[in-house]
C-alpha cells in the first residue's frame, strides 16, 4: 500500500518514529500484553495507539480492539497497518466520545503504552476510562513516569528558557508518580493492581538528533526554522555528556516507567 501524505498541521512522523523510535513498541511488546490476557471474546480500546504496532498484537487476540490516538497521521498509519478501527480521539476527550458511540461501560479492558506521559489532565482520562470500561473491566497501561528523561527535559526547558520563553510550560509531558496516580484511580472506581516505578535505560537506534526530530516537535513551535536547528544543536551539546556512551558509540536516554494495572469497582465495591 502506498504511503500516505503527511498532514502538515500534525507534528507527529510515522516515517520518523518507525525510523528513531521503534523500540518503543518493540520493548514491552509481549509482557504488557500478557499482562492485559485479551480473550476472545474481549472488546478493547488501545489509547494513543500511535502507528499501531502494538495495537496489530491485540486485534489478533481478541474480538474487537479500536485504537485511538490524536495524531491523524499516526491514525492512517495504523489503518494502513490492518488496524479495522482507529480514530483520532484526543484521550482528554475519551468520555465524550465515549458517550457518542454508546459505549459507556461495554470496553472490557483498555490498553495504553507510552501514552499517557503525553495527556496533561490524567484526571479527565482516567474518567473516559471508567467511563468505557464494563464492571470488573481491566486497565493496562506503561508509560514515563517521574524521572523520565529528567535530564533530557531539563536541558530542552533550560534552552528555551534561555531565549525567552516559559520552557516548562511548553514541555508536553505528565512525567507522573504511582502514588500521585492511586488517588485518582480510586476517586473513578479503579481499584489498583499494580503500580510500579522502573528504570530502564534505553539505547537509541540512531542520534539524539533523531529523537528530538520525532519527539522534541512542542518545543520546536514557538521557534523559527533557522533558530530549530540551533536550539537542537545546544541541546545535544549539552547532553552529550550525561547520554553519550563511547564504548558502546550510543546515546543512552534515562528512561523510567511507570506501569500500572487497574480494574473497575462494581457498583457495591465503591
Request: charged content about 25%; some cysteine; overall charge negative.
Amino acid at each position: 500500500m502506498a504511503a500516505h501524505s503527511q498532514l502538515s498541521s500534525d507534528p507527529w512522523s510515522p516515517a520518523s518514529y518507525s525510523t528513531h523510535a521503534h523500540f518503543v513498541p518493540a520493548i514491552p511488546s509481549g509482557g504488557l500484553i500478557a499482562i492485559l490476557s485479551p480473550l476472545p471474546t474481549d472488546i478493547i480500546i488501545d489509547l494513543g495507539c500511535g502507528d499501531g504496532v502494538l495495537t496489530l498484537e491485540i486485534q489478533n487476540l481478541c474480538s474487537r480492539v479500536i485504537g485511538l490516538d490524536k495524531s491523524e497521521n499516526m491514525i492512517i498509519a495504523a489503518r494502513e497497518k490492518g488496524i479495522r478501527e482507529a480514530e483520532v480521539v484526543p484521550a482528554e476527550n475519551l468520555e465524550e466520545w465515549v458517550k457518542e458511540n454508546e459505549l459507556e461501560g461495554k470496553i472490557d479492558k483498555i490498553f495504553s503504552n507510552a501514552a499517557l506521559h503525553w495527556m496533561k489532565d490524567h484526571d479527565k482520562v482516567f474518567a473516559g476510562m471508567a467511563a468505557a470500561l464494563k464492571p470488573g473491566g481491566k486497565i493496562v497501561a506503561e508509560f514515563g513516569g517521574a524521572g523520565n528523561i529528567s535530564a533530557l527535559e531539563q536541558a530542552l526547558i533550560e534552552a528555551l528558557d534561555k531565549r525567552g520563553y516559559d520552557g516548562k510550560a511548553i514541555s508536553p509531558w505528565n512525567f507522573a508518580h504511582p502514588e500521585t496516580l492511586r488517588p485518582l484511580l480510586l476517586a473513578h472506581g479503579l481499584s489498583p493492581l499494580d503500580l510500579t516505578l522502573f528504570p530502564r535505560p534505553t539505547i537509541l537506534p540512531t542520534s539524539l538528533h533523531g529523537w528530538l526530530d520525532t519527539f522534541g516537535f512542542s518545543f520546536c513551535s514557538v521557534l523559527s526554522e533557522d533558530e530549530k536547528l540551533k536550539y537542537k544543536d545546544e541541546v545535544v551539546a549539552v547532553c552529550r555528556e550525561k547520554m553519550w556512551d563511547e564504548d558502546k558509540k550510543a546515546w543512552v536516554l534515562d528512561y523510567v516507567r511507570c506501569r500500572i494495572s487497574c480494574i473497575k469497582q462494581s457498583e457495591k465495591e465503591k
